[in-house]
């Protein structure tokens, strides 16, 4: 019984995560949106489950929502320095992975030019 009940709470715990990282993590994803590469060194050099940490309702990693902001490169260029294979491809809550983000806005963009 003891053990049915640990698994339980395990769970429950884990389930939640995703949503206390949104706020744990909200300084993250601003600086990423404000573009600010001295701040996002700053948060992932201190906290190593930054970088995997899921930062947005749609699960998405700092990675994601640097490649999604679709403006310089710098923090995408960091970010991918220091991720591991497995933690860039990590999936957002649609399946898409940052790569697949990146090719979904880059054929965006060519049907608007």
């Known amino acids: 019984m003891a053990s049915s009940s640990s698994q339980l709470i395990m769970a429950s715990s884990s389930a939640t995560q995703p949503w206390d990282d949104l706020t744990r993590y909200l300084p993250l994803h601003r600086a990423i949106l404000g573009g600010n590469l ?16 899921r930062i947005t309702v749609n699960l998405d990693t700092a990675l994601h929502v640097a490649v999604g902001r679709g403006m310089g490169n710098h923090i995408v260029e960091y970010l991918l320095n220091k991720m ?3 933690q860039v491809a990590l999936q957002n809550s649609d399946g898409n992975t940052a790569l ?7 054929i965006s963009e060519q049907r608007i030019c």
């Open 100 to 106: 697949s983000v990146a090719a979904i806005l880059a």
């Open 84 to 86: 591991s294979r497995d």
């Open 38 to 53: 001295a701040s996002v060194k700053g948060l992932c050099g201190s906290d190593k489950h930054a970088l995997e940490a």
